[in-house]
């Protein structure tokens, strides 16, 4: 899996456009998108898409909290949480992924590390993604920096697990996936690219 995390790098138009170009590249690519921008590029794409941050309330009386059925409605199909930008307490983490569960929604938890992973993945969630928050958004990856903890995750979590921080080019791909890694994320590499598409051929995960 490539998943491209658009963070709030882009919103609205661009972000619309850069959802096109990804489908060009490749339609298997997964795209993290705020729920601002879900519906149209869910609509408009048909891609499958991840909503950066969900909460756990539920609908009606709860103003200004994203809910899961927001998410199931506007054609998401499933949620980060506890992402390294946007952490949350371990209560709260479990009542948002009983509640996206609830709506059949795929569930990925950030972990920053194996441990952190092992304690979230008795969640059961559909994946399990590593990022060490020294690397993100940085020029080194931690393919490059740390490829031990990729080896690791694999071992320890027995889950998916998804590779993410400063991941940039084809080897950071590659190492990744001979370690067992099931994907990788991306953010700044291609949103921050001005020529996302070269980049995104160059990360497919094939």
């Known amino acids: 899996m490539l998943l491209i995390n658009f963070k709030n790098y882009l919103t609205g138009e661009k972000a619309v456009k850069l959802a096109k170009t990804c489908k060009k590249i490749d339609k298997n690519i997964v795209l993290g998108v705020s729920l601002a921008d879900l519906y149209r590029i869910s609509n408009e794409t048909r891609m499958k898409c991840f909503v950066q941050h969900v909460d756990y309330q539920d609908k009606g009386r709860n103003t200004g909290f994203n809910t899961v059925e927001s998410v199931k409605a506007n054609g998401g199909r499933g949620v980060f949480i506890n992402h390294s930008e946007h952490r949350l307490n ?25 441990k952190e992973g092992q304690r979230l993945n008795k969640l059961k969630p559909s994946y399990i993604c590593i990022e060490p928050p020294k690397l993100i958004a940085g020029k080194v990856s931690v393919s490059e920096a740390n490829p031990e903890l990729i080896k690791d995750s694999v071992k320890k979590i027995k889950n998916k697990i998804l590779v993410g921080a400063g991941v940039n080019n084809r080897n950071d791909v590659l190492t990744a996936k001979e370690l067992g890694a099931k994907g990788v994320l991306v953010s700044s590499a291609v949103c921050r690219s001005n020529n996302p598409s070269k980049i995104l051929k160059e990360l497919r995960w094939k």
């Open 90 to 114: 371990y209560w709260i983490i479990k009542k948002t992924v009983k509640r996206a569960k609830e709506l059949n929604l795929e569930v990925i938890l950030f972990a920053k590390d194996v």
